[in-house]
């Protein structure tokens, strides 16, 4: 992929907020503050160029109206589980762990459904917010 300044600056970006769910705006404030400006379209093109390739999850938000992003760790083999999202600090959760072997079996076995789950997020409070 060809790499510009522009997608670098992005790619930093996502690189230091891998734990979190960023939008759009997120990107182009940032770079703005950076003296870096990007057009939205251009953020959104590399985006979707990135998500295709297996760079990064796009996920809907809470209400399906708009779209973020996050660093994609292919270690964790993200279209193979859910994943839990704090709506207090952002924090994205990988739900990687026997209970989704479970989950996806039972589905299966009684439902005769079998599941995919890229993009697929659970929303709630992790243990430090929702003290």
């Known amino acids: 992929m060809y790499r510009t300044n522009s997608r670098n600056k992005i790619m930093e970006y996502l690189k230091e907020n891998e734990s979190r769910t960023v ?4 990107i182009v404030s940032h770079l703005a503050e950076q003296n870096t400006p990007v057009n939205k379209t251009t953020v959104y093109r590399f985006l979707d160029s990135l998500e295709a390739r297996g760079e990064v999850i796009k996920y809907a938000d809470e209400q399906g109206r708009h779209s973020a992003y996050q660093l ?7 279209g193979e589980h859910l ?3 704090c709506l207090g600090c952002g924090q994205v959760f990988h739900l990687d762990c026997e209970f989704m072997d479970e989950i996806a079996e039972h589905i299966e076995k009684e439902h005769g ?3 995919s789950c890229p993009g697929s997020v659970i ?4 243990s430090r917010c929702k003290k």
């Open 23 to 26: 939008s759009v705006s997120d």
């Open 72 to 78: 994609c760790d292919r270690s964790h083999h993200c």
């Open 83 to 85: 994943h839990l999202k």
């Open 113 to 115: 459904f079998q599941i």
């Open 123 to 126: 929303y709630g409070y992790c």
